[in-house]
């Protein structure tokens, strides 16, 4: 079968592989001269954790199609390196000491650690907290060069073709296949189209599938000079149990009332996630923007704010910061929908909406819409 895979972030980038995987042609359109999108802004978090029961399955075969895919493509960066929720309240600790007695705590590879074990595991840890949720499921890829690893891979197969530079502007069902026509007024025929715009809710998206049922989020982020020694975990403060549904239950409820978080934290609904790259330097983050228009800036007041958690965690001051960022992703809005992916036209897909799961479950998505439409 002949695809065209419409955007190059992880989504379309996950469904090209799986295509490429099963036998397929592919051609894949991106209308930047690199994707820009959520893909290339994140942590590059693979994310076990947080998830959903409901979720876990699905996000255990993307760990494990992200874990096989780093052995085959080395530029992924692809490590297990798990992740470590530090926790310094009482109110905190019982909900990481409910998640290491849940019952998918061991599929999780949960562990309650004291400060001494958190240190045993991540030398780095010299700060203040009462203890750590260990998740040794949790890992980590380079989302900067993820990308194009996965496309050089899939281009020594002889059946992949990339276009940088290519919007899409029209997408016709033909009865037998699809055609898509470019910017640059070059038709591609195809069996099957899969249009994964990421946030990119209007123009084509919007002329293929209406309002979809989707938000876009806005986080901002930021990233350090190497830290000088290795950060040999990802952390997590425990603001980020308020925001992942695997935590949820009455000690998160008990969290919430008992616990203020700081007006910053609450006013940008703020977590730290932080992770170091291969490079050495660490990315931190986030924020969560609902509302827009959204600013095309950045503000300051949240970068204090995680700099101040870091530094509590790491007890050391951090190097410099080196570079500050805003990304935005497409999130379905039902919270029970991990993703959105409508049938356009007999031969046309739309799938986005992953939220802030989609570099996680990025190969496992590809591999169900594979699965779903029979290549
Ligand atoms: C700051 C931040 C941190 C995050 N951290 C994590 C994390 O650690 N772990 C995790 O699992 N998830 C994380 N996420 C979520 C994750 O990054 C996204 O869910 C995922 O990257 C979405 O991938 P995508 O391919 O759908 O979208 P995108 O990466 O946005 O890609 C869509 C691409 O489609 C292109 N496009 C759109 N329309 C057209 C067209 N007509 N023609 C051609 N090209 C087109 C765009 O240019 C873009 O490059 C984070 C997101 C953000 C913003």
Not at 1 to 5: A, K, Q
Not at 89 to 116: I, S, Y
Not at 279 to 293: K, N, S
């Given at each position: 079968?002949?695809?065209?895979?419409i955007?190059?972030?992880?989504?379309?980038?996950?469904?090209?592989?799986?295509?490429?995987?099963?036998?397929?042609?592919?051609?894949?359109l991106e209308r930047e001269r690199e994707a820009r999108g959520a893909t290339v802004r994140n942590f590059g978090l693979v994310w076990v954790s947080g998830?959903?029961?409901?979720?876990?399955?699905?996000?255990?075969?993307?760990?494990?199609?992200?874990?096989?895919?780093?052995g085959r493509v080395a530029g992924v960066g692809f490590r297990p390196a798990g992740s470590?929720?530090?926790?310094?309240?009482?109110?905190?600790?019982?909900?990481?000491?409910?998640?290491?007695?849940?019952?998918?705590?061991?599929?999780?590879?949960?562990?309650?650690?004291?400060?001494?074990?958190?240190?045993?595991?991540?030398?780095?840890?010299?700060?203040?907290?009462?203890?750590?949720?260990?998740c040794s499921a949790d890992a980590a890829v380079e989302s900067r060069q993820a990308l194009p690893a996965l496309r050089a891979h899939m281009a020594a197969t002889g059946r992949y073709t990339f276009h940088e530079g290519t919007e899409a502007r029209t997408v016709r069902d033909t009865g037998s296949g699809a055609e898509v026509l470019d910017d640059h007024g070059r038709r591609h025929a195809a069996d099957l189209v899969v249009h994964c715009p990421g946030a990119a809710h209007s123009g084509l998206t919007r002329e293929l599938a209406g309002?979809?049922?989707?938000?876009?989020?806005?986080?901002?982020?930021?990233?350090?000079?190497?830290?000088?020694?290795?950060?040999?975990t990802a952390i997590a403060d425990g603001d980020s149990f308020r925001y992942y549904p695997g935590y949820a239950g009455p000690q998160v409820d008990a969290l919430t009332v008992e616990q203020s978080q700081t007006?910053?934290?609450?006013?940008?609904?703020?977590?730290?996630l932080c992770v170091q790259r291969l490079?050495?330097?660490?990315?931190?983050?986030?924020?969560?923007?609902?509302?827009?228009?959204f600013a095309f800036d950045?503000?300051?007041?949240?970068?204090?704010?995680?700099?101040?958690?870091?530094?509590?965690?790491?007890?050391?001051?951090?190097?410099?910061?080196?570079?500050?960022?805003?990304?935005?992703?497409?999130?379905?809005?039902?919270?029970?929908?991990?993703?959105?992916?409508?049938?356009?036209?007999?031969?046309?897909?739309?799938?986005?909406?992953?939220?802030?799961?989609?570099?996680?479950?990025?190969?496992?998505l590809g591999e169900q819409t594979a699965d779903l439409i029979g290549l």
């Open positions: 079968m002949r695809l065209v895979i955007g190059g972030g992880i989504l379309g980038t996950a469904h090209a592989w799986a295509a490429i995987g099963r036998g397929h042609t592919v051609i894949q998830r959903s029961a409901d979720e876990l399955a699905l996000t255990l075969r993307a760990r494990e199609l992200w874990a096989e895919i780093g470590i929720t530090l926790v310094r309240t009482h109110a905190e600790l019982a909900v990481a000491e409910a998640a290491a007695a849940g019952p998918t705590a061991a599929d999780r590879g949960f562990a309650l650690l004291d400060p001494d074990q958190v240190r045993a595991l991540n030398p780095a840890l010299r700060g203040d907290f009462l203890a750590g949720l260990h309002e979809l049922p989707v938000r876009r989020v806005r986080l901002q982020m930021m990233q350090t000079a190497p830290l000088g020694e290795p950060l040999t007006a910053t934290a609450a006013e940008h609904k703020m977590q730290l490079h050495g330097g660490l990315t931190i983050g986030d924020t969560h923007e609902y509302t827009e228009p950045v503000d300051e007041a949240p970068y204090e704010h995680l700099t101040e958690v870091t530094e509590a965690l790491l007890g050391r001051a951090l190097p410099p910061v080196v570079r500050r960022w805003a990304g935005v992703y497409s999130q379905s809005v039902d919270p029970g929908t991990l993703v959105t992916r409508v049938r356009a036209d007999s031969h046309v897909w739309v799938v986005t909406g992953p939220g802030g799961r989609g570099m996680t479950l990025g190969p496992a």
